[in-house]
Structure formats: structure tokens, C-alpha cells
């Protein structure tokens, strides 16, 4: 090769183009060798003086016979088992995806005169190396170009390569070509609707770009989740340092300059975070428009649920783009609502845990599916018999001792369930008077599930939450709707049973600070009951939060209802508190105590009022996940 080389190239003016194609094909081989291993511009000025004499995919054919006569190298296995045997489904793009955006952590080296001259007719003639891909997939060299489309979509980015890619017949080449265009969006070298316009160009089908798309929202979804996950972080390392000087970087005399740090990094995430939901709104909105009048199979929407991170969430949002009359739009909200059904129905269950935001996307898509027609009616039909069955289950001789993780389990299961219909009075945008027969029965759903739970100390963290957010969604309801729903009087009848729990009856009366001036004795009585329940370091937080959530709410009601004769009480009482747990306090807890009785001194409602997602995020919690950092 190099006596061919010396007199085409270094003995003369003007190289000399032999007639032979073997032997330009062969010497374009060793000019990628030489390339690799010298300066490029040794090789170029042969390359561009042979390229017009030869056919690029005979000289390819020629270059992999020389290749397979040399040892082998690794092969990337899903380049070159895909380009045969993919599918046109979800994991191909997936796995598309992963290459471009992980290159080159599956790069591939070997066979230089190859690589070097599939290089050079990428530049020159790329939809002809397509085609030699397409009509000879079962080469085992075929990973070299797999190679170098990766790295050119991982780096380049090259729109007209992407374009070229999409337009194949090869399944495998498709997708890659749609990663490389989700890939491009993701690291915003293309807007929105150049990509949708790209894509309705090109020979995928309508239906197929549905679910396609969707990978870029789910990568959008998880760029939300790392920045939500940065904020969390920053923020309580920021309390933390605020609360324990000591623990910054260097000591206590280095904590302002990391305060300072945080507090600017802390902003620059949450701009990041709003600019992120900006995006991914104004993407879901233009994914609906798109999809508006496609018809998908069920293969093809199980791709598109598999590309949604929070698929409650998604499902609902992209149907709330599509017209009541596209299947897509039922199925989607059918989706919500099954995942509802599983976890009531569910026999296969191990320590139930907190689904809570499953739920309150099943309730939203059921309401809408239903359109708010004859709710009350159609909810009862549809939480009954799952309500009998466990009733059922957890009323069985014996069980909470021959079995007690499966009685918890039961028990949360049917909390959740008696959950559904009071989230649907909550979401429900219609006129509520409709509702009061269900709103009445929830009620006694409620008390049953409570006097079922009376021993749940003992229950795990996640179902004794489930328990106190049933039982703040029923206050949270008493609170909004009590007069159009014409609740019953449920509080007085809750404080004469014996058989409710403390804490329970506690938040009942302190929910209502007309029924606290009534019966003050017995309020005080339960909260100090409350107070001197044993703390040991499994319930500790389980308490106090209690205990907060009871004083947070009495602030809210005494404030909602005008009463504010009942903050001195609270106040009273908190000071007790903290003088009879003060070595147990954490310093955290210390700081929400300060600014609870804050509140009440200065008749500031900013710390007792609920926030806007109803009694499921008071203060006191938001609190407690601040400062316990």
C-alpha cells in the first residue's frame, strides 16, 4: 500500500488515478489508516481525487472483505443485533435513545480504513450509505456505520442525517433517527414545532409519532425531577446550616459564604424548574394538538404510557387537550382509572403503601370521563363493591392477631378506598347539593375505617399516613362544602365515642372552634391525652406531627370562624409542651414551635391557614420537611 501511496501522491505533481476500482477502493482503505495514524490532510486530497471514480457502496464491500480479514473487534451488540432484528416498538428507541445520549460509553474502536471511509462518504453521499445499510444489514461490519451515525447524532447533531434516517425502511434506522430529533429538542438546538413539522414529513406513521414524541416529555419530566430533587436538597442543607453553623464546610466561620452559595444556587434551580414547566406545558399542549384527530391501537398507546414518568399526571394533562370524542382521550383516562381499581382490588398486597397521588389522578380522570353527570351515583357504584370486600376481609375473626401485617395492610386498603369519593366532592366542579347522600356516607365510611385503625401505632409510617390524610380530607370538606353538602353534626357524635382514638377526636374538635369554646374541658383534655402518649424514637415524629397538625388547624378554624378566644388556649398549651419536652425537641422542632406560638402572639394567619391543596399540606408540614434537614 505505501509503494502505491509514494507514487500516486509523494513522487508527483498531480496523482495518478488508476483504472483498476479494486485498487482505488483499496487505497482508499489505507488512506483511513493513515489518516488515523498521521495528519488528516495526508489522506484528504486522495479522497476527493478518487471519490468520482468509484461507487461508495462498492467501495464499501471491498473495505468490509478487507476488514473481516483481520481480527475482529467488539462489537457493540445492540447496534448491530438491532439493525437486523428490532422491532419498531418502544425498547428500540429507548435503546436508540440511551446510545446517542450516553455516547460514548458504548464506543466502538477498530477497522480504521473502514471508519475513515464510511467518514468521508458521510460527507459526500450519506443516503447512499443508508442504502448499502438497508440492503446488507446482516454484515457484521454494519456496526461501524451504526458507530459512526451515533456519534455523529450524539455530537453534530446533524439535521439532514436525521431527516435521511427517518425516511428509511429500516425499523432500526428509523428510531434512531427519531432519538437523534428527541435528543436535538433536549438540548434545545430545535423548537417545537420544527420537530413536529420534521417528523409529520417524514414516513413514520401519525399514529407511531404519538407515542414517539413521548420520550421527550419523559426526558423533560425527569429533567423537572433532578431539579426538584436539587431544590429539596438545597434547601434543607440551607436550613441546616442556618439551625447548626458548625456543620458548614470549613466550620462555622465559613457558613455565610456557603449560605451565600446555596441561597443564590437555591434561586437558579427554581427559575430552571419554572423555565422547565413553562416548556413542558407549551410541549404537552402542542403533543395534543397533533394527536387530536390520530386513532392509535392498544400496542401503540402502551408505548405512549410507557414514555409517561408520572403517568397519573401526564394522562390526565395530554387528555385534557383532546376532544371529547377521540378514543385516545378515553383511554388515557381509562388509564387513571384503572390503576385506582388495582389498588382497591388488589389481593397481592404487602405493606400498602401511600398511593395518594395515584388516587387524586384516577378521581380527576373519572370525573371527567363522567363529565359530572349523576357523580354522586355513578361514585357509589363504583366504590362499592370494593368497600363490601374489604369490610369483609378486615372483619374476619381473628385476623388483626393470626395475621396483623395483612389486617394493616386490609385497613389502609380501605382507607384509600373510602378516600375516592370525598377527593371527587373535593374536585368536583359542579354544584355540590348533588352530593350530600354520598358526603353523609363517607362520613360513616370514615368512623369505620378510624374505629378499625384505633390501635394503629403500631401500623406502618405509610398507612398511618394514608389514615391522618383521610381523616384531613373529611375536615378539609367540613370546612369548604359543610353547607352545601348539609353535612351531619359528625363531630359531636365522634367526641361522645369511646372507641376513637385520641388523636382523632382531637382534630375533630379543634377543627371547629365553635365546638372548642362549647366543650372546652373536653378539647384541653385531649390535647394534653394527646401530649403524654409515651414518645419513643419510632413515633417520635409521628407524634409531634400530630400534635402540630391539631395546633395548626385550631389556628386556621379560630381565624376562618372569627374565634380567636381559642388561640390563648392553644398558646397555653404549646408552652407546656415545649417545657415538658424540651430535651426531646429537636432543634428543628424547636424553630416550628417558635414560629406556631409567633403566629398566635402576633395573630399572624400566614402560619395556621391551610394552603391552597386543602388540610393535605398544612403549614406545620411544610415546617417539619424544612427544617428537619
Known amino acids: 500500500f505505501f509503494v502505491v501511496y509514494r507514487d500516486l501522491y509523494l513522487t508527483t505533481t498531480h496523482p495518478r488515478i488508476p ?13 483511513g489508516v493513515v489518516k488515523a495514524h498521521s495528519n488528516d490532510f495526508l489522506a484528504d486530497d486522495i479522497f476527493a481525487s478518487l471519490s468520482h471514480n468509484i461507487e461508495i457502496s462498492e467501495a464499501l464491500d471491498i473495505a468490509t472483505a478487507i476488514s473481516q480479514t483481520r481480527q475482529p473487534f467488539d462489537r457493540h451488540e445492540l447496534a448491530y443485533g438491532g439493525l437486523i432484528k428490532s422491532k419498531f416498538d418502544w425498547q428500540t428507541l429507548d435503546g436508540s435513545y440511551h446510545s446517542i445520549s ?34 446488507k444489514p446482516e454484515n457484521t461490519n454494519a456496526v461501524m456505520p451504526i458507530e459512526l451515525i451515533t456519534q455523529t447524532l450524539a455530537f453534530k447533531q446533524e439535521l439532514p442525517l436525521i431527516c435521511l434516517l427517518l425516511e428509511s425502511r429500516n425499523s432500526y434506522l428509523q428510531l434512531l433517527g427519531a432519538a437523534g430529533l428527541i435528543y436535538k429538542l433536549q438540548e434545545n438546538d430545535l423548537c417545537t414545532d420544527k420537530a413536529f413539522s420534521i417528523l409529520n414529513e417524514s414516513l413514520i406513521d401519525k399514529a407511531d409519532i404519538a407515542w414517539i414524541i413521548a420520550r421527550y416529555y419523559k426526558e423533560l419530566t425527569h429533567s423537572s425531577h433532578r431539579l426538584s430533587s436539587r431544590i429539596e436538597a ?70 405512549l404510557v410507557q414514555n409517561l414518568v408520572n403517568s397519573g399526571e401526564h394522562c390526565h394533562k395530554l387528555a385534557n387537550g383532546l376532544p371529547r370524542s377521540n378514543t385516545l382521550r378515553t383511554k388515557l383516562l381509562q388509564e ?6 388495582k389498588l382497591m382490588g388488589s389481593d397481592d398486597i404487602n405493606l400498602f403503601s401511600d398511593h395518594t397521588e395515584t388516587m387524586k389522578w384516577g378521581v380527576m380522570s373519572f370525573i371527567a370521563l363522567n363529565d359530572n353527570k349523576d357523580l354522586g351515583k355513578k361514585i357509589g357504584q363504583f366504590v362499592s363493591p370494593y368497600d363490601k370486600k374489604l369490610s369483609t376481609q378486615v372483619a374476619a375473626p381473628y385476623l388483626h392477631v393470626l395475621s396483623s401485617t395483612e389486617w394493616r395492610d386490609h385497613v389502609a386498603q380501605l382507607a384509600f378506598t373510602n378516600l375516592f369519593p370525598l377527593l371527587s366532592i373535593d374536585y368536583s366542579d359542579k354544584d355540590r347539593h348533588d352530593l350530600s347522600l354520598l358526603a353523609n356516607y363517607s362520613i360513616d365510611g370514615v368512623r369505620g375505617v378510624l374505629l378499625l385503625a384505633q390501635n394503629n401505632w403500631a401500623a406502618p409510617h405509610d398507612t398511618r399516613n394514608l389514615l391522618d390524610t383521610l381523616l384531613g380530607q373529611l375536615i378539609w370538606l367540613s370546612w369548604s362544602f359543610s353547607e352545601k353538602l348539609k353535612l351531619k353534626d359528625f363531630r359531636t357524635e365522634w367526641l361522645k365515642n369511646p372507641h376513637l382514638p385520641c388523636h382523632v377526636k382531637a382534630l375533630t374538635i379543634w377543627s371547629s372552634a365553635r365546638h372548642v369554646l362549647k366543650n372546652t374541658n373536653h378539647a384541653t383534655s385531649l390535647l394534653q391525652e394527646l401530649a403524654e402518649i409515651p414518645l419513643n424514637d419510632s413515633l417520635e415524629t409521628q407524634q409531634l ?15 376562618k370562624e372569627n374565634e380567636l378566644r381559642v388561640l390563648p388556649l392553644l398558646h397555653d398549651f404549646w408552652q407546656k409542651i415545649t417545657v415538658t419536652w424540651g430535651n426531646k425537641l429537636p432543634v428543628y422542632l424547636l424553630k416550628v414551635t417558635h414560629d406556631l406560638v409567633e403566629s398566635i402572639e402576633k395573630k399572624d394567619t400566614n402560619h395556621g391557614i391551610l394552603s391552597e391543596d386543602g388540610f393535605r399540606e398544612s403549614y406545620s408540614l411544610a415546617y417539619l420537611r424544612e427544617y428537619s434537614g
Open 19 to 31: 483504472n483498476d476500482k479494486e485498487a482505488i477502493c483499496i487505497i482508499l482503505y489505507g488512506m
Open 336 to 341: 387513571n382509572i384503572t390503576a385506582v381499581k
Open 102 to 135: 450516553h455516547y460514548p460509553s458504548s464506543r466502538i474502536y477498530g477497522h480504521y480504513g473502514l471508519s475513515s471511509l464510511l467518514s468521508f462518504a458521510f460527507k459526500t453521499q450519506p443516503k447512499l450509505v443508508l442504502q448499502w445499510l438497508e440492503n
Open 545 to 559: 406531627n400530630r400534635i402540630l397538625t391539631v395546633i395548626d388547624v385550631g389556628i386556621a378554624s379560630a381565624f
Open 234 to 303: 438545597e434547601a434543607k442543607r440551607l436550613a441546616n446550616i442556618s439551625l447548626y453553623p458548625e456543620t458548614s464546610w470549613g466550620g462555622e466561620e465559613y457558613a455565610a459564604q456557603e449560605k451565600k452559595r446555596l441561597e443564590e444556587s437555591l434561586t437558579n434551580s427554581k427559575d430552571s424548574l419554572k423555565a422547565n414547566t413553562e416548556k413542558a406545558d407549551k410541549f404537552i399542549n402542542a403533543w395534543s394538538e397533533s394527536i387530536s384527530s390520530t386513532a392509535i391501537n392498544d400496542k401503540q398507546f402502551q408505548f
